[in-house]
């Protein structure tokens, strides 16, 4: 059973603007939650994560707000640019050894 | 020269044949992990090892077979696979084996199973 989910596949939004990315999760032990993006041909690369002790995280344009109460989290980026069009995923650790990924959202920025 | 390096990039194989992918790390890890992805399934952990031990066999079948000579190189050997097994093969590796740990990924092998 998935226990962390992106429920938009893929989401579009112009230069400048803001995106927002959203992950559900469902195990109420998670206690660390990071965001990885991922290029074509490439493997994913770590971005920004949060401590369940905490509800916002900011690094330069991205921030993640956690909302422990609605196991959600959301990763904001702002300002939008075209070098941000990645697949994007969202990854949660509980116990032991293994990060909990969801299916990645596809983020297309247009210029 | 990337962190984490795995080869081949591409593979191509039969469903009798053997092969291995290699995955080396310079990024002075202590743990190893392959991952999965699968088109439209999450990332699935395979294997971990810490310390060249194995941590974790995430109910892998056999026909999957890890090896870990020392902490810089990870080998997953390939027999008798099944064309449901072609996905993208990912390698990781991070300083200690818990996994709130920062993953530092390959770029992958895209593995097709004919």
């Known amino acids: 059973d998935q226990q962390v989910k992106q429920n938009s596949p893929s989401l579009s939004v112009q230069e400048g603007r803001i995106s927002i990315l959203n992950c559900d999760y469902t195990n109420s032990m998670f206690d660390y939650f990071l965001w990885y993006k991922k290029y074509p041909a490439e493997g994913p690369t770590f971005l920004i994560s949060i401590s369940s002790i905490k509800d916002k995280n900011e690094d330069g344009r991205f921030t993640v707000f956690l909302n422990k109460s609605a196991k959600h989290l959301s990763l904001h980026i702002v300002p939008s640019q075209p070098g941000d069009s990645a697949v994007y995923f969202c990854?949660?650790?509980?116990?032991?050894?293994?990060?909990?990924f969801g299916k990645g959202t596809s983020l297309l920025v247009t210029p | 020269e990337t962190g984490v390096t795995q080869t081949p990039r591409h593979l191509v194989m039969g469903m009798t044949n053997k092969k291995s992918l290699k995955c080396e790390q310079h990024l002075g890890h202590n743990a190893m992990y392959w991952y999965k992805q699968s088109a439209k399934k999450p990332l699935e952990l395979m294997f971990v090892y810490n310390f060249k031990e194995q941590t974790e066999n995430n109910s892998v079948p056999s026909r999957f077979s890890p090896e870990c000579p020392n902490s810089s190189h990870l080998f997953l050997h390939l027999h008798t696979l099944q064309p449901e097994d072609s996905a993208l093969y990912l390698c990781?590796?991070?300083?200690?084996?818990?996994?709130?740990?920062?993953?530092?990924f390959g770029s992958g092998t895209q593995l097709s199973v004919l």
């Open positions: 990854a949660a650790r509980g116990s032991g050894y293994a990060l909990n």
């Open positions: 990781a590796s991070s300083q200690g084996p818990q996994g709130g740990e920062k993953l530092f």
